[in-house]
């Protein structure tokens, strides 16, 4: 398993409500990421963005994980809600704050508690867009 | 391409009590796919678009699908 694999694997255990998507929750460059971030945005919820644009390989190794092909993915607790389709669908029939309730408790309602971190750079590591 | 995509949805969910295909854009590549089939019942949602994704990984991994959307429902 890759060094790149463990991060954003660490990153969607660690993370209570995790979106990867293209581009960051203050600059999105696709319009399914903005739906996804949306209809977070609705219900109240903070999150972590991931920009995958970075690096084609952060997108490979987060489907082989997942086992979902597209972007964006949502995961709360570590576990895959959905993308955009799903995700927004669950918003606007009032699961998707079912869901967030009963795995993350109240927690999860930090409207605007947005931030987007990277999952190519750590501590002393640093790699080149390729 | 609408058709080969539904051709590849009707293989995939031959009971599918409805299988709609909507070209988005009319440039053959952005999509808008809805299936009905009972056999969704009782999958969550994210293994119902999985079995969608699976029939057309073709168009997916070849990129002739550049956006896809996706819909469906078990019973009605």
Redesign the interface.
């Known amino acids: 398993m890759s060094d790149l694999r463990d991060r954003i694997k660490n990153t969607i255990e660690q993370e209570p409500v995790v979106a990867f998507i293209k581009g960051t929750h203050e600059q999105v460059y696709c319009g399914n990421s903005d739906r996804a971030l949306q209809a977070l945005r609705g219900v109240g919820a903070g999150f972590t963005a991931v920009d995958v644009l970075p690096d084609p390989r952060i997108r490979e190794e987060l489907s082989a994980l997942s086992k979902w092909p597209t972007i964006p993915q949502v995961f709360v607790a570590g576990e895959l809600v959905g993308g955009a389709d799903i995700v927004q669908e669950l918003a606007a029939t009032g699961e998707l704050e079912a869901t967030l309730d009963e795995r993350l408790g109240e927690s999860w309602r930090r409207p605007g508690d947005e931030r987007t971190v990277s999952v190519t750079e750590g501590p002393g590591l640093r790699l080149l867009p390729s | 391409m609408s058709e080969r995509l539904e051709g590849l949805l009707r293989m995939a969910f031959p009971e599918a009590r409805a299988v709609d295909v909507v070209d988005r854009t009319g440039g053959g590549d952005h999509f808008h796919v809805t299936v009905v089939d009972g056999a969704f019942s009782g999958l969550s ?2 293994d119902q ?2 079995l969608v ?1 699976d029939a057309l ?1 073709g168009p ?1 991994e070849d990129g002739t699908i550049h ?5 469906t429902r078990g019973e009605e």
């Not at chain 2, 956006?67 to 819909?71: A, K, P, S, Y």
């Open positions: 949602l994210v678009h999985r994704y990984a997916l956006e896809l959307r996706i819909t």
